[in-house]
């Protein structure tokens, strides 16, 4: 089992910046896949990014050069650095992770998530 707790969300204007944090119990067996995935009201859930056990990084296309996935191993911690945001960004965001069974790429379906962290982006 993995445990996640997302933090950092909240209110920002069109192209500002936010830091996600999600902080999980341990990592999945290896090779695992972690990621961030969001839900707006009315939408269906959206892939961000995702980040496999090599480090290798996948974005979904309105979020290259936008959103940066990476981790910190020694401190159990999943980041999302968010640039440039629009009002279309504004969702409720979720960290997710998995093992081995999944393939690593925004949108997948893993087997732990977090309880989210809101995302405001006002005009």
């Known amino acids: 089992q993995v445990q996640l707790v997302e933090s950092g969300g909240g209110s920002v204007e069109a192209g500002g910046s936010l830091r996600l944090s999600c902080a999980f119990s341990?990592?999945?067996?290896?090779?695992?896949?972690m990621g961030w995935f969001r839900q707006a009201p009315g939408k269906e859930r959206e892939g961000v990014a995702s980040?496999?056990?090599?480090?290798?990084?996948t974005y979904a296309d309105s979020m290259k050069g936008r959103f940066t996935i990476s981790q910190d191993n020694a401190k159990n911690t999943l980041y999302l650095e968010m640039n440039s945001l629009k009002p279309e960004d504004t969702a409720m965001y979720y960290c997710?992770?998995?093992?081995?069974?999944?393939?690593?790429?925004?949108?997948?379906?893993?087997?732990?998530w977090g309880q989210g962290t809101q995302v405001t982006v006002s005009s």
């Open positions: 341990r990592f999945p067996p290896t090779p695992y896949c």
């Open positions: 997710e992770a998995g093992g081995p069974t999944y393939v690593c790429y925004p949108g997948s379906r893993l087997a732990y």
């Open positions: 980040i496999n056990s090599k480090g290798a990084t």
